[in-house]
């Protein structure tokens, strides 16, 4: 049987902070209770809702402002990464969202591994736009070079020739 609840936070796909909603008693149990995310919607509880509707209204307006100034920041910016390939030129693994929020992190810029928008990893070389979704709904994007390992920056998009295995080696032992 769901319950109702009093969201004390934002909880993705649930709700914002002071809304009232209903979960499942598992989720609730397990998650929302013992993170303090949530408080069981009793009388004593609907009365500090107000309170946290209008911290909540406060705080959606900076975090709309400070993802909007993120946007600004991030749109048009070209970032890359290198990768190893086989002889074919066909990437060993991948690059996940994990990975560009590890670059983005190296560039100074914080996100979170969610923000990114990647549906599934990426598996080919070449220029890539990558979709962030950052809080309140603001969305930037920004492209991703990946780039096999030892080759020049010209032209990536065409680059195919593989890299002879001996030049990698000599590069990685005089580091």
């Not at 509880?45 to 900076?62: D, I, P, T």
């Amino acid at each position: 049987m769901k319950r109702q609840l009093l969201l004390l936070e934002d909880v993705d796909s649930l709700g914002k902070k002071g809304e009232i909603v209903t979960a499942k008693p598992g989720y609730m149990r397990n998650f929302l209770l013992p993170q303090g995310l949530a408080v069981v919607a009793t009388a004593n509880m609907l009365r500090k809702q107000e309170r946290l509707r209008s911290e909540r209204a406060k705080r959606a307006v900076v975090d709309r402002k400070e993802s909007e100034e993120f946007a600004l920041r991030i749109e048009g910016t070209v970032l890359e990464t290198r990768v190893k390939v086989d002889p074919e030129g066909h990437m060993y693994g991948s690059v996940s969202a994990a990975d560009i929020a590890g670059l983005l992190q190296e560039q100074g810029l914080q996100i979170e591994r969610k923000a990114v928008q990647v549906t599934k990893p990426i598996k080919e070389t070449g220029t890539h736009q990558i979709a962030l979704k950052l809080k309140e709904g603001v969305t930037a994007t920004f492209q991703l070079k990946i780039i096999p390992e030892g080759v020049a920056m010209t032209g990536v998009e065409a680059v195919t020739a593989p890299i002879p295995m001996e030049e990698e080696k000599t590069d990685s032992a005089s580091e």
